[in-house]
């Protein structure tokens, strides 16, 4: 305890007395109030961020056209002489300004390096691409729309063709069978019965005589085979019906209009109905003319369904 009495306490006077009082910003010598000058002058300099040569001469335009009109500039002078009294309006009565204007026009500066009446041409033919753009999206939608239709069109036909050839073919058949049993060796209309191309001894001497036509596909979703196809053309070709006897060259139904393959379907549907009171939809003979009114729901496809 005698060792720390001898010491000084480090909250004793003398102590504080020792210490040199040095306050912060403050200079002892020239080099370092310039120093401190300097440091000064940036952080000023980077609190103020420069203003362009644009954005001043804007600032003092806009200064100077806040003020008034000084009574005694010489345009007020003028003014003066013809009436005009402060607060009163000029101009004549436009759209929109009842009473004239109550202040000057404004400025307009141009900046651009493009002459007078550039920028209105600009817009205009911005404007006009504009309109030819639309204008050709639009012809080309219509005309998307129009190929679509097409398409489904084209595509709807082919299947009705298809259904229409189908029920030809199946009528066919069943007008060749009804017609045999009434002991018919030649059918009433020439396409009524299925015709066969016959096949020549060189060509397949094991095969049968006779080749069905183009009309009688191997596939049933085709109503013709690229085989029967390559040989349909032949000129020296000799067609018959199934008993042997001669028959013209197969017609392509692909080949006829969709009004021709109707006229066809009905010719030989009506033969069927009036001759063998047979209808093919319903794939039934039936025993009378009383029958087939009553239980047949109609004379053509969609009347079955």
């Known amino acids: 305890m005698a060792g720390s009495d001898s010491d000084d306490d480090y909250m004793s006077e003398a102590l504080l007395t ?4 040095v ?26 961020k420069p203003m362009k040569k644009t954005e001043l001469e804007k600032a003092k335009r806009d200064e100077v056209l806040a003020k008034p009109i000084s009574a005694e500039s010489k345009g007020f002078a003028l003014l003066a002489k013809m009436g005009y009294k402060p607060g009163m309006r000029l101009g004549v009565q436009k759209e929109g300004q009842t009473n004239g204007l109550d202040e000057p026009l404004p400025i307009e500066l141009k900046t651009g390096r493009t002459g007078l009446g550039h920028e209105a041409e600009a817009k205009k033919q911005q404007k006009e691409r504009c309109e030819a753009h639309m204008k050709q999206m639009k012809e080309r939608a219509a005309m998307h729309n129009v190929l679509v239709g097409d398409f489904r069109k084209r595509k709807r036909n082919q299947g009705e063709q298809k259904i229409v050839i189908g029920d030809i073919m199946k009528s066919r058949k069943a007008c060749h069978e009804l017609d045999t049993r009434n002991d018919l060796e030649l059918p009433v209309e020439q396409w009524h019965w299925p015709i066969y191309r016959e096949r020549k001894a060189a060509e397949d001497p094991l095969a049968s005589t006779f080749r069905p036509t183009p009309q009688f596909p191997k596939r049933k979703d085709l109503p013709f085979s690229d085989e029967d196809e390559d040989h349909a053309d032949e000129d020296d070709a000799t067609y018959v019906y199934a008993n042997g006897k001669p028959a013209p060259r197969e017609e392509r139904l692909r080949e006829l209009t969709a009004d021709e393959l109707d006229e066809r379907l009905r010719s030989i549907t009506e033969h069927l109905r009036n001759t063998h009171l047979y209808c093919v939809w319903c794939g039934h003979q039936y025993e009378t003319d009383l029958d087939l009114t009553d239980q047949c729901p109609g004379v053509t496809r969609g009347d079955h369904e």
């Open 23 to 48: 306050k912060p910003g403050v200079s002892k010598s020239r080099e370092q109030r310039r120093q401190l000058t300097i440091h000064a002058n940036r952080e000023v300099a980077r609190s103020q």
């Open 18 to 21: 020792s210490m040199n009082d």
